[in-house]
């Protein structure tokens, strides 16, 4: 499977906080990016997309894509402790979802 | 909308037995359905990828003849888990994507549990 790299974490940060989280692909091939949250026994939900270099903003998330890097990143502003769960990136390689293994996030109220 | 149901939602069985599991798009047509599986605290891994209509793609290391996954319409796809064995023990997720989709949607997984 072609790799996608992802922190395990986990990361904990205060409620109120920013959280920061990292992915790192390795085919260049690779077209669409997707942040997923995944909640302990339960299948993903769909994040966030991006597709070309730069920022996203949807309300409290902002995704981040550096092709040239290969990096993808998710920061989520104001955390709540409902944000708690395992992030899952995904990487679109011809119509084949890759994920990374996922970071763990805690948010402490 | 782009929902997708899956059943059964828990199955428990003898090892040498074979199982069934449906996913289904409930308002869309999935021109493509995807299968994964999930282990404890690890992540997603691809199985196969099926089109309507086509055989599915297998990825490596899957075995085909033990996973039978069959996308007879646009809206349901099945994996049957063929003489299972306990090490076949783990939670199985599909997903689907129509056309003119951007990404998959989820089901809400099946827990296997084989004794």
């Known amino acids: 499977q072609k790799e996608v790299e992802q922190n395990s974490g986990p990361l904990s940060v205060p409620e109120g906080a920013i959280a920061s989280l990292n992915c790192t692909y390795s085919?260049?091939?690779?077209?669409?990016f997707f942040w997923y949250r995944q909640y302990s026994g339960k299948s993903p939900e769909l994040i966030m997309s991006?597709?070309?270099?730069g920022d996203k903003e949807d309300g409290r998330f902002t995704a981040q894509l550096n092709k040239a890097s290969q990096y993808v990143s998710l920061l989520i502003r104001d955390s709540q402790p409902s944000d708690s769960a395992t992030y899952l990136c995904a990487v679109d390689n011809f119509n084949k979802f890759y994920f990374g293994s996922g970071t763990k996030l805690n948010v402490k109220p | 909308g782009a929902v997708v149901s899956q059943h059964p939602s828990w199955v428990i069985c003898k090892s040498g037995t074979s199982v069934k599991i449906e996913c289904r798009s409930l308002d869309f047509q999935a021109t493509t359905m995807f299968w994964y599986r999930q282990f404890p605290k690890q992540s997603l891994m691809l199985m196969a990828t099926?089109?309507?209509?086509?055989?599915?793609?297998?990825e490596q290391g899957v075995e085909k003849d033990k996973f039978l996954i069959n996308h007879a319409s646009l809206t349901l796809s099945t994996l049957t888990v063929t003489s299972a064995h306990p090490e076949d023990s783990s939670f199985y997720i599909c997903?689907?994507?129509?056309?003119?989709?951007?990404?998959?949607?989820f089901g809400p997984g099946t827990r296997l549990l084989v004794l």
């Open positions: 085919d260049r091939g690779s077209q669409s």
């Open positions: 099926s089109n309507e209509g086509s055989k599915a793609t297998y």
């Open positions: 991006i597709y070309s270099n």
């Open positions: 997903s689907a994507k129509g056309q003119n989709q951007e990404t998959q949607y």
